[in-house]
C-alpha cells in the first residue's frame, strides 16, 4: 500500500492499494474517502509529481490545462482519476462507510504530513 499526504485545498490524502488496483482519496472538508477500482499504479505515481512538473500540459503529469492550477495535485486528480465529466468518469467509484475507512487507515503506512 502506497500513501501519499497532499497539499491541496480538496484532497487529504490518496493512497494506492497495488494489490487490488484500487485507489482511495480523502477529500476535505469532511474526510470522506473514495475508493476508485481498477486504477494503473502509475496514475498513483505521477501524482506524487505532480507539482514537479513544467508549466506545459502534459498527459502524463496531468490533463490539459483548464480552469484548476496546472501542476496541482487537485488538477492531476480531476483529469486522471476523477474525471471532468460526473456521468462518465474514467474509473468506477464507491464512498466508503467510515468502517472501511477506519480499516484502510489503520492499513496505510505511516508518512510525515505535509506543513
Known amino acids: ?26 477529500f476535505k472538508p469532511k474526510g470522506s474517502v473514495y475508493a476508485y477500482e481498477n486504477v494503473p499504479e502509475h496514475v498513483f505515481d505521477n501524482l506524487m509529481t505532480a507539482k514537479e512538473s513544467t508549466a506545459a500540459a502534459t498527459l502524463t503529469t496531468r490533463g ?15 483529469h486522471h482519476v476523477i474525471g471532468k465529466d460526473r456521468n462518465n468518469p474514467p474509473y468506477k467509484f464507491r464512498k466508503l462507510d467510515e468502517e472501511e475507512t477506519a480499516v484502510l487507515i489503520e492499513r496505510l503506512p505511516k508518512v510525515e504530513a505535509i506543513a
Do not use: Q
Not at 64 to 76: D, L, Q, R
Open 64 to 78: 490539459p490545462i483548464g480552469a484548476e492550477t496546472p501542476g496541482s495535485e487537485g488538477s492531476y486528480l480531476i
Open 1 to 26: 500500500m502506497k500513501h501519499h499526504p497532499c497539499n491541496s485545498s480538496r484532497v487529504y490524502w490518496a493512497a494506492y492499494d497495488g494489490k487490488t488496483s484500487t485507489f482511495y482519496i480523502s
